[in-house]
């Protein structure tokens, strides 16, 4: 979650955000920002990799009835897409939102992860351009 402004938007919209972080100075900081923004935001310092059982126990826990809404963005680069899709999959968010790791800068570029997300029931939403091109997908929920 880095600096959890992500986290920070998700609250604002009414969310139960919690973010996971493996860098201790990123927690540190996500946890300060919320703090001086009057938010109550949980922020973790946890290997979602090697600590895949601990947050799994961490979020049955947080969120009895399931979790609404997963958000990974340029994650895969980070986790690994065998990794990634696990967690997906463990999981069960009712939505989940995956965006690539830059795919190129230029049309056409491949459609990374796409045969995993439409093994899974989701769909291309399109393509981001602020940084650099990056591909978005949507597993489960409504347009």
Known sequence: ???GGFLQLATLAGAEALGVEVCPAYVDAARALARHAGMNI??????????RGLLL????????????????LSMEKHLGEAAMFTLIDEIR?????LETNAVGTV???????????????GVVVGS???RNLRRLYRIGGRP
């Open 42 to 51: 949980c922020v973790r310092l946890l290997d979602a990799v090697r600590q």
């Open 1 to 3: 979650c880095q600096s």
């Open 128 to 130: 981001s351009t602020d």
């Open 93 to 97: 968010a009712r939505t989940t939102y």
């Open 107 to 121: 049309e056409p570029a491949p459609w990374k992860l796409r045969a995993q997300v439409e093994a899974r029931g």
């Open 57 to 72: 126990d961490w979020i049955r826990a947080r969120f009895p009835r399931g979790v609404d809404h997963l958000l990974l």
